[in-house]
């Protein structure tokens, strides 16, 4: 089969291991170019090698810590700069799982810089050339706790950052999309469940004692076919794709019942705690 992509690049931060592991070779074997980011040389350094070996394509080895904001800057200029970037995946993360109250406060922020900072500047390092060029995209991974706010921990892990931070990735992604239609660019944010990966080992948590997970290879092959439809938000393993349209709906509906100048009924007592 013809590769469709030759002569386009392909960037995946956290390329190391797991879903970004599983983009990379997927979009390699799909004709892109990549470059790797992750902060594992010897780990870039052996995938790139496999990755060239598969095919006819050239890969890039970029390693960075996306917590150092230096780093992030040499990952924003190589993205700026590459006229042939077709496709961004912001992939990095780790879990952080801990309660909020316990958490080291150096965790938090390094929390927030992969999940939240780089997301947002990497981002907006691709689009003008996207945008100019008319054509490619970007795909950033959350993760279904990104709508797990109204169920306590136990059986699902402490979360408040990891979750918070994943909110913000659905958010800034379906917002943009908004931005940037009719340019020819697509934004897509893909919210995976349990994936069977070293994710939860490093976090702490037991993969023999966890339900049946999905694959890596998997997640990155529903994301690239919805991506391929104009699908903004992909979540893997969800059959009934209309319950998206009722949260969708449920949201406007809060807005507009709410966007009011009278204050709530049940606020108008005057009482104070």
């Not at 790797?36 to 390693?63: C, F, H, I």
Request: proline share 5%; net charge neutral.
């Amino acid at each position: 089969m013809a590769k469709a992509h030759i002569g386009q690049r392909a960037l995946v931060t956290g390329a190391s291991s797991g879903i970004g592991e599983a983009y990379a070779e997927r979009l390699a074997g799909d004709g892109y170019d990549v470059v790797l980011v992750a902060r594992r040389r010897e780990r870039l350094e052996r995938l790139a090698e496999r990755l060239r070996r598969g095919g006819n394509v050239e890969v890039d080895v970029l390693p960075a810590d996306l917590t150092d904001a230096s780093a992030l800057a040499q990952v924003e200029a190589r993205i700026a700069g590459d006229e042939s970037l077709a496709l961004l995946v912001n992939n990095a993360g780790f879990a952080g799982y801990r309660p909020f109250a316990e958490i080291e406060p150096d965790a938090v922020d390094a929390l927030v810089n992969v999940h939240v900072r780089a997301v947002a500047r990497l981002t907006r390092a691709a689009l003008p050339g996207l945008i100019r060029r008319g054509k490619g995209g970007v795909i950033n991974v959350a993760s279904l706790l990104a709508f797990s706010a109204s169920i306590p921990p136990n059986p699902l892990p402490y979360r408040a950052t990891y979750a918070g931070a994943k909110a913000f990735i659905v958010t800034f992604t379906q917002a943009l999309a908004f931005e940037i239609d009719g340019t020819g660019v697509r934004v897509q944010v893909c919210l995976p469940g349990l994936v069977a990966t070293e994710f939860h080992a490093v976090a702490g948590r037991d993969p023999s004692k966890m339900p049946p997970m999905m694959t890596a290879d998997d997640v990155v092959a529903a994301s690239l076919a919805a991506f391929a439809r104009g699908e903004v938000t992909c979540i893997p393993g969800l059959d009934d794709v209309s319950l998206l349209d009722r949260l969708a709906e449920a949201q406007r509906a809060v807005i507009g019942s709410a966007n009011r100048p009278a204050l709530a009924r049940r606020y108008q007592s005057g009482q104070t705690p």
